[in-house]
């Protein structure tokens, strides 16, 4: 029936239009959500860079409109000419052959453009995108812009976690400790309602995880292919390990027993002469933690932060116990809706838990785990520049799990791999235990 | 019967004798191996370290001896004294909490004990180790000592390989390109016999790898403990890949398409200008090789040797392959005989293959996984000093499988996992391709 | 006779009042310039650090007023406070128990307090020293405060100086080669009218050089004691090398010939691989020079600017001549004018000479000379932090002399020794040639 | 008259062949003396280098032959060869284009050639240049050769202390501390036969130092011309400052307080952590000294030994004082013989002195000046590679003078000017104190 073909087809335009729609508006919701972060930021907070590991706001804004910019107006928009052109040189972390490596120190040089520029610059391309995508005429070319536009919101919402990451290591080296969030929570530090640390059963068996990458759902190629594995019989602990538990540790000599760290965590912590994890700080024999909201006592609950793969590992060697493998964290997770203390809880701290069953598996804290960063069984890179997204980087780095106190919500899956360097501590990064049985 | 029963136990006493005896005869064996092998070096050439990776091969010399004074003699010899107390720091590897750290880099001013007196010590400890065993009455003690000779005989032999390794390097820095070991082969150039790489099917499943840590054949606790692994249907090359081979990624540029590499590889190839394996030169539009038999015309068709894993790895890249992981290897391997060019056959090169099948699974290169060095499910490290032993390196290192042209042949076992840094060259390192069905 | 001693009393009144009115004309006068030098740059340009040896324009700002504050206001004001507590440790460069060696690469992480502070707080200086000066009662304090705020206002100037040269080092790390100052000289490339280099002599002999410390002019500590010295007779050339003898210098293998060069000017060159002054740039076999003016075509004869003491060496060595001393400079100087190209010119770069007598001794480039940085016979640095200021530094550095197209010239004496290590570029020096007779 | 003029002719040609004789015999003196000072070494203390700064025995045995080979044989023998073409490589430390800034920390690689292959080119050199010197014929030639074999004899003089000084740092990092000359002086610990402290007065005004280059006697480059400089009158103190003066500058803080130190000097004492003189141990509350004679007791009343520039520069302004210019330091020199504690007195540390006068200006530790290492008036490098011998070190570094207890005592002169940066201690370097009038 002709009729019923011109419905179906009808139908599909509009089931497009719908998701364009739902595509357009989820774009602008989180580029507004990236300006509201760093709304309480002045310009000068936004350009400087504090390491080289970090980017100063300013070029997060920047970079984060690029990707609209080279990915899908380049290819797709009709006369496409650049912006700037040489923001194409400024603002693009991919492009190897003139030696990033050199470059990515010079990011906290870049005094011009001004903040004022790149704003403009943000308003051009959402301006730009919004026009693209309502007039588009090839419905192929709709659902590859799609397709690009929903990684690069995925882009822009890891570079919201960047950019609160980044601007807390920059002002914990202001004497001044400046606060960036005010906090309203009356974190009263109570230590009653703390849940006891258990461990729980997982069976072992073939399991399967990992993301299938042909499914409609966004994943990064690092999550797939979807595969089995085989895990030994196993115990996660209910809940995060938290401040007090790691006072404990640095009661018991943790961090000058060398027995307790790996060779190269061990020379990292005599190098940095570490004692405690980062942004703490001792005051007449009190502990307080910088954070963004401010300088505030160590609350003894809360899921400790902000400490190495290297000081994990030494913990969990410390308690008898040892870090998660990644899958043995997914199988848990697959069993429980993401939910948890996210950048949208406003609280930019991880928060105690109360709760007496397997709890805190997102938020919080990336968890560390026992996972080198490899790929999967039959993980292909993607060709062309967006192929250097996440493959090279499949060396020297441990997996996270489970997203943090700075993580927008709708960034995480239950299949997601963060990773980081295993001295790296300015993420939000905590840990569970594990054992086997 | 009471005259059976004493039978049993006389044999179990002459079994033991006879152990013991074996034991003895491997112990005097592998030390007498051990000072065949620096023969020809002179006194100068055993003291000095060319980087702090690598130890002036008469602390090699001491540092073995010392392994057997530390956990042999001082827990089960009456009355024992030192040889020379200042030995203990001097040779002891496993001193973490003095900062090995720092002295690592200064075993090479040990001018002083000579080479003479180190020998003396090493003939000290062999007579003291034999009248130990041939006097010791209490048998459990006995085959406490037998298993620790065992462990002190693999550590030797891990040695031997180390001695090797070194002196090659340091020699390297010597412009008169010396010749260590003369070589009698007569490796003419000619490729024709090169077996052409192939792909071998391989099933998935689950499969059983690692060493049962209880059983009575030696293993490192690394290797340990055996446990079923569930892989994927692959494919392995069938030899080693070559010279020839790797001379074909020189010509298309390998060496500088940042696309091939590792974000860690390339700025390390950048880092340190690489342009081909370490102890290639080229002069006049022909490559020569440094090996232990000097410098020598690059033999096309032999396994190419002295390759860091990012170098493996990018070379599998562009060959449109991967790396093998540890088990799929393991699992090819447990179908053959350990049979190669391994330190006994005094090639001290990796040699060309001529065969038709799945070969060079043993000796000629170490092959680099794709397998980070990490515990296998289960794994605990041994209590005391010797726990530190490998368990401390399970992080940033990576698993290489078979031996090479320098490893004594008695060392090697299909669970074996050496594991180096992913820059390290030093070691005779080369690769195997492979593939997911 | 009584009226006349009130007569002299009250005309000494009036003098003093007179000098603290000039004092306090010549205060405001400088403080007002350097915001004027600065209204050109953002809050952002103002933040950033480009290297350790360099500062931020707010810090600048700041810390040249933290010197009123703590060296005036602090001893002399009644009912002192700091205007922040927190700036006296951000803004003070002295305080050395406190490991500024650390704390002055992190002055670039300096994004609060906000240029607006800062400039709230130079207000705030301006105004409490205005008022001090105008309530002081006794004629002893006045006089210290007018001593100390004449060196404030030199320390000032000086400052101004580096605002040039540190906001010119940080703009050329940006691609995007921006202009501070636009530039309204038709500086034509003509060179026609160059001088050519002659050799001017001057007798040896025992001559008068630095500076009376007791004299009521301003002078630095490390000006004086005036002593005697004995000179060999020797020629300074007339005026100071142009770029188009330098070009001729790079033309000649210059920066490629070992011979030419000290021995760590040699290790510096190969180190950082100089080919050019520092912001030359080549394009398409054109040279540009990068300035506060921007990216201009190199001016042939202008004098050469920006570079280091090893290149001043080696070109006069090159050129089969010599840098002159200090003193064989300062006797020149003594019989002219101060008079030359400063800041107050606005030209922002070196420029051509065309008078045929002894020229640009004064102002265009800082003049490298032989003499190392080292105490005059009988200097005894000042007590207390103003004692930190010149003879912590008579060490490794070099004394140039005359000053720049960036120096006010109200700074500038013919005794003013300007010091810099050997290897630094990014003052604005150039050089003039000397020889013995 | 004929007769007479043969008579002339011939004294001259006995004349020279006196000379010819007595430069041989002291050639062959010295080149003995250096193989009588290595002696007590073992081939593996000869190979090593501990420091970039150092040079291994070996090579300063092998590259002090070189420079005859290189200076002499090479251009005056008949059919010269080089004895080991990669000789010329090895042992030459002016061949500038090849990197020596590379070259120089890998001497201690050179295991190759052994110590018997270089005690024989050294025995073939000798021969060479006896032979030579006994059968060139033409008398220009010969005084050519003469001239060049006194600087040869100079610079191994200067080498056989470079061996002292080397192999002790070297020796210093065996926790065995081997003694490598047995000392038999019976140092008794007494310190009241101690001369106090005294400063003596000279006059300043016109005085005339350095050494006449066309002179008959030897003397380097940088030693003249030989001119008039100006002197302020000034006070040397009459001995050099003691190890018991050095302890109090210890006890009152010296190595921590900032104020005392030049601002590169405290940088180094914080980076190094220096909290007494280099191969100073504290063992039980007493102090030893580690020197070539072992570990000592630490002798109050003997010189200290072994500071840098910025110790000694920071000792004299503890004690309001300052060092002696060179110039001052010549002058009182010009007054005396060359007489005290050198390396022949085989005492090989400093001796205290007894004396009631001017003591102590020559021997026991080369005494830092406060004169930089800059050219004298009209100082010009000699052509060739001989011209890099001095010249091109004239930066950075500071003037030492009068010799040490491991100075050859034909080596001194009183206008020898020594050098090394102010951080190196691993010089017998100490000081006496200055003032002016």
Redesign the interface.
């Known amino acids: 029936m002709v009729i019923a073909e011109v419905d179906a087809s009808a139908q599909k335009v509009n089931a497009l239009a719908a998701q364009s729609q739902a595509c357009l508006h989820n774009f602008l919701h989180v580029r507004r959500q990236t300006l509201a972060l760093v709304a309480p930021l002045?310009?000068?907070?936004?350009?400087?860079q504090?390491m080289p590991d970090a980017s100063p706001t300013?070029w997060h804004l920047a970079h984060t409109s690029w990707f609209f910019e080279a990915f899908i107006l380049k290819p797709f928009k009709a006369d496409f000419c650049w912006f700037n052109t040489?923001y194409n040189?400024?603002f693009n972390s991919y492009y190897?052959?003139v030696?990033p490596?050199h470059a990515r120190p010079?990011r906290?040089?870049?005094?011009?453009?001004?903040?004022e520029e790149v704003k403009q610059y943000r308003t051009y391309i959402d301006d730009a995108v919004q026009t693209l995508v309502r007039t588009v005429q090839c419905e192929t070319q709709l659902q590859q812009i799609m397709a690009l536009m929903t990684l690069g919101i995925h882009h822009e919402m890891q570079h919201q976690e960047l950019i609160s990451t980044d601007i807390l290591h920059?002002?914990w080296?202001?004497?001044?400790r400046?606060t960036i969030y005010p906090c309203n929570s009356s974190s009263t530090q109570t230590t009653s309602n703390l849940t006891p640390l258990r461990m729980i059963d997982f069976d072992g068996g073939?399991v399967s995880v990992g993301q299938n990458l042909n499914a409609d759902n966004f994943s990064y190629d690092c999550e797939g292919p979807a595969?089995?594995?085989?895990l030994?019989p196993y115990r996660l602990s209910n809940r995060l390990i938290t401040n007090e538990e790691w006072l404990a540790f640095i009661a018991d000599g943790g961090y000058s027993n060398?027995?307790l760290?790996?060779?190269?965590?061990?020379?990292t912590v005599?190098k940095h002469q570490w004692q405690a994890p980062l942004y703490w700080l001792e005051h007449d024999g009190a502990w307080q933690q910088y954070g963004l909201d401010g300088l505030q006592p160590l609350l003894n609950s809360a899921p400790v932060c902000h400490v190495s793969y290297y000081e994990a590992?030494a913990f969990a060697r410390w308690a008898g116990k040892?870090l998660p493998l990644e899958h043995e964290w997914e199988v848990a997770a697959q069993r429980q809706a993401i939910e948890g203390n996210f950048l949208e809880d406003n609280a930019f701290r991880p928060q105690p838990s109360d709760s007496k069953v397997m709890t805190q598996l997102f938020g919080n804290v990336w968890q560390w785990t026992?996972?080198?960063f490899?790929?999967y069984?039959?993980f292909n890179a993607q060709a062309g520049a967006l192929?250097?997204y996440n493959g090279?980087?499949?060396?020297?780095q441990y997996v996270l799990r489970g997203g943090s106190c700075v993580t927008p919500k709708q960034q995480l899956r239950t299949s997601y791999r963060n990773f980081f360097y295993?001295h790296h501590r300015w993420q939000f990064s905590g840990l569970r235990l594990a054992e086997?049985q």
């Open positions: 002045s310009p000068e907070d936004m350009v400087v504090s300013k040489a040189h400024l190897e052959s030696g490596r010079y906290g040089m870049l005094t011009r453009p001004s903040l920059l002002l080296h202001n004497p001044l400046p073939i595969h089995n594995t085989l030994q060398s027995l760290w790996l060779s190269d965590g061990w020379a005599q590992d040892r026992q996972s080198p490899s790929p069984p039959g192929g250097e090279k980087f499949m060396n020297n295993p086997y």
